[in-house]
């Protein structure tokens, strides 16, 4: 292989070590649940909990069969399939499985997620280094580069909450975790389409509003800073960047 398709092999390769180490996490994880037997739909917090990783389980794996034979026979024999991998493809699955990882369920191991967040994240941006040609502008893919970063740690990760009427709050995060994944993911495939302008007004809008009122209503209770530093960054980086933008499309 050639250096370059060494770097495109070690990118596929990100996503299947994310892919693999948060799914055994989120395996230990569920399964440690009933071993134990947790109630999990005990309440309707667990019961959105475990139905949804059951379900971005099962779309993961329907969606990696009908989409992505081609990058995972690539592992294996990276001359003859590395040529046909599709990054949107891999990029709308990683956003499928990372709806099980923002759901806090009982043995969660966060330090294990975030391992496997910061390998695709690696991978990310190998990207943009492998591909910086194929963007338009440089200054303009770094800052997309680091809002979208930024933009992916502040999904707030659904958590119970001490509450006494927990209800609007669990409806809050519930909309924060799916919406914020679904522009997540979007804004990837438009990076890994070698879009250097990812600078979209409604995914930041949602964002914020959503992650306000997480930490709002929440407040007396706790305050999310690891969200409330994120989002703060991404509406810093999204200034940043769309002054940046509309000077260099003029």
Do not use: W
Request: net charge positive.
């Amino acid at each position: 292989m050639t250096n370059k398709e060494k770097i495109y092999y070690t990118i596929n390769l990100s996503f299947y070590l994310y892919f693999l180490i948060l799914i055994g996490e989120r395996l230990y994880s569920f399964i440690f649940s009933l071993i134990n037997q947790i109630e999990i739909f005990n309440n309707g917090f667990t019961a959105y909990v475990y139905i949804t990783i059951i379900l971005s389980f099962v779309g993961f794996f329907i969606y990696m069969i009908l989409k992505n034979k081609a990058s995972f026979l690539s592992i294996f024999n990276p001359k003859k399939y590395l040529n046909k991998v599709d990054f949107i493809h891999l990029s709308i699955a990683s956003g499928i499985i990372l709806l099980s990882g923002m759901v806090h369920s009982e043995y969660t191991i966060s330090v294990v997620q975030f391992i496997s967040y910061g390998i695709l994240i690696g991978g990310i941006i190998l990207k943009g280094i492998i591909d910086k040609d194929l963007f338009k502008n440089k200054t303009n893919l770094i800052l997309s580069l680091i809002y979208l970063i930024c933009f992916s740690m502040a999904i707030p990760v659904s958590y119970p909450t001490s509450l006494s009427n927990p209800t609007f709050f669990y409806i809050v995060e519930a909309l924060a975790t799916y919406s914020l994944v679904g522009f997540f993911t979007y804004l990837l495939c438009l990076f890994f389409k070698n879009k250097d302008n990812l600078f979209k007004l409604l995914p930041l809008l949602v964002m914020s509003v959503l992650d306000a009122l997480i930490i709002g209503i929440n407040f007396s209770i706790e305050i999310n800073y690891f969200v409330l530093i994120f989002a703060s960054l991404s509406l810093i980086m999204f200034v940043i960047g769309l002054i940046f933008t509309t000077k260099t499309s003029k």
